[in-house]
């Protein structure tokens, strides 16, 4: 998990910078096992959301604390939005334009 700390930094330090206001809540779409969380959840409220139920019940143990929703990329839709949006690797495995458009348009929806 200690791989993650100097990436979830820079992570950190882009939110800080770009967002129109301090950042306070972050929704991971692909979050896998939740490394990533595991480090911004000291200073950010997570919405952790990944298609794989096995990789949510390796963050929920992680990360106890943030919210989990099973739900795909592409077309998750939470009703809310958020100041952050992290789409990490799990994007690789958009292997079309129409599947990298949804999920572009997915951290699109929960941004706006």
């Known amino acids: 998990m200690e791989d993650y700390a100097e990436e979830a930094a820079f992570y950190r330090r882009l939110f800080e910078t ?3 206001r301090p950042p ?13 969380a ?27 604390e943030c919210g989990h929703v099973q739900g795909d ?22 292997t079309s334009r129409p599947d990298l458009a949804g999920a572009i348009a997915t951290a699109y929806a929960f941004f706006v």
């Open 73 to 94: 990329m592409r077309s998750v839709r939470l009703g809310r939005v958020f100041d952050c949006v992290l789409v990490h690797d799990a994007v690789s495995y958009m």
């Open 38 to 64: 595991a480090h911004l959840k000291a200073s950010l409220s997570c919405t952790l959301v990944d298609i794989a139920p096995a990789m949510l019940a390796l963050s929920r143990r992680l990360n106890p």
């Open 24 to 36: 306070r809540t972050l929704l991971d779409l692909g979050c896998g096992g939740g490394h990533n």
């Open 18 to 20: 770009h967002c129109r």
